[in-house]
């Protein structure tokens, strides 16, 4: 079955939204402080979730905000591909952080469902509402530019997830203020780093098939040789390897079997032309050969 694989590519300012985007990390990373050290004064462990989850909407936004900036400075001698996977590193290690933090949450919150503490409900009625606000905030201010950038988008979404968690606070300080039930706590805590998992597990995944060099969601390596076997004048295909630069940009190498009498450069004019088409694969390297030299590279047989 064929797939249409074209995608549209929206040229924006690369400096129009910095400022925005700053604030918006400004704003998140104080919120997060004076979430943590409020539920530490409250004596509640789920408000600490909640800023935990409210901080990696903040590291999100830095994540995004930095990969801008880097994207800018383009390729160099050592760097030949540019600076734009240095997000999805620091991506990675900011997901293992959520990992970790998350776990030692879970074990926090079981140790108080054995003897949950006292908790100051109004403070974490006032705290979970301030970050409500904050999280629609940040979403309405990241909203225009998460139509142009896919790890903005992201921010953005998290910012909404993150909007739901302060909802699920706000109830659970409204329980311990009208029934003193302070196993909500707890429990609460439990499903927020919970929600954080989920959003971790979800978002890990481009990043490790980009890391691990994997083929783009949108195609694989079986669909591309299969293409490119269409084309005329190839009379074979091996060698292919497709992966992802980064998020973005996708990069393929193959090795192409023509027919005797047919001219390279027009089948590799061919080929290239298919590939920007119909997988929007820009960055292409072919080597054509022929039956009778043989390959260059006869390992590559194989693959």
């Not at 910095?18 to 789920?46: E, H, M, P, R, Y």
């Not at 991506?91 to 074990?107: D, G, M, Q, R, T």
């Not at 091996?238 to 940009?249: M, P, S």
Request: hydrophobic fraction near 55%; charged fraction near 15%.
């Amino acid at each position: 079955m064929p797939h249409d694989h074209h995608h549209h590519h929206h040229h924006v300012d690369p400096n129009a939204g910095d400022a925005k985007v700053l604030f918006a990390v400004a704003v998140n990373v104080l919120l997060t402080v004076a979430q943590i050290g409020g539920g530490a004064i409250a004596g509640s462990v789920a408000l600490v979730a909640d800023g935990v989850h409210n901080f990696s909407d903040a590291a999100a936004l830095v994540l995004a905000f930095g990969a801008r900036r880097l994207a800018r400075r383009g390729a160099d001698a050592a760097m030949s591909f540019g600076w734009a996977r240095a997000e999805i590193v620091a991506a990675f290690v900011n997901y293992i952080a959520l990992i970790l933090i998350s776990i030692w949450l879970v074990v926090e919150a079981l140790g108080r469902m054995i003897d949950p503490p006292q908790v100051d409900g109004w403070i974490v009625v006032w705290l979970a509402g301030l970050a409500l606000i904050v999280d629609l905030g940040t979403a309405a201010l990241t909203y225009a530019l998460s139509k142009h950038s896919l790890n903005i988008r992201a921010a953005f979404l998290h910012n909404l997830a993150d909007a739901g968690a302060s909802v699920a606070v706000i109830v659970g300080g409204a329980v311990i203020l009208l029934y003193d039930w302070r196993l909500i706590d707890p429990l609460l805590t439990i499903g927020i780093s919970a929600f954080i998992l989920w959003h971790v597990w979800g978002d890990m995944k481009p990043v490790l098939r980009i890391l691990m060099l994997g083929a783009p969601p949108e195609a694989d390596s079986t669909e591309v040789r299969a293409a490119l076997s269409e084309i005329a004048g190839v009379k074979g295909v091996h060698h292919v390897h497709l992966w992802q630069i980064d998020e973005r940009r996708v990069s393929v190498e193959a090795h192409l079997v023509l027919a005797a009498d047919a001219p390279y450069a027009p089948v590799i004019a061919r080929a290239k032309a298919m590939l920007a088409a119909r997988f929007d694969i820009h960055h292409a390297t072919l080597e054509p050969e022929t039956a009778q030299l043989g390959c260059a590279d006869p390992p590559a047989h194989a693959d």
